[in-house]
Nanobody, 120 residues
Framework: QVQLVESEGGLVQPGGSLRLSCAASGSIFAYYPMGWYRQAPGKQRELVAT????????????DYADSVKGRFTISRDFALNTVYLQMNSLKPEDTAVYYCSLNIGSRTYWGQGTQVTVSS
């Protein structure tokens, strides 16, 4: 049984920073892609960032949505099966529920979601 448990989000002022984490449990292999998505009220869930490792440890691919490039950083502790999202220079438009994801074959597992609100 795969489970994803996210850390709490929070309320942050514009320009502030926040770090999210997501721990995966179950039969997890390091080469399973993990990532972060977000969903703002009235909008569809959208990709924020993904991180994928190949068979070779040094073969890591990271992708970001254009809207977060240069501000957000995704990282992963492969030994702990934990993925992180460091969010800097936060903007009000970053306000959303953030979801951690894990892909195993054609199936996507989701975290419970955590609210991030950027407001003064």
């Amino acid at each position: 049984q795969v489970q994803l448990v996210e850390s709490e989000g929070g309320l942050v002022q514009p320009g502030g920073s926040l770090r999210l984490s997501c721990a995966a449990s179950g039969s997890i292999f390091a080469y399973y892609p993990m990532g972060w998505y977000r969903q703002a009220p009235g909008k569809q869930r959208e990709l924020v960032a993904t991180i994928t490792r190949g068979i070779v440890i040094s073969d890591i691919r990271i992708d970001y949505a254009d809207s977060v490039k240069g501000r957000f950083t995704i990282s992963r502790d492969f030994a702990l099966n934990t993925v992180y999202l460091q969010m800097n220079s936060l903007k009000p438009e970053d306000t959303a529920v953030y979801y951690c994801s894990l892909n195993i074959g054609s199936r996507t597992y989701w975290g419970q979601g955590t609210q991030v609100t950027v407001s003064s």
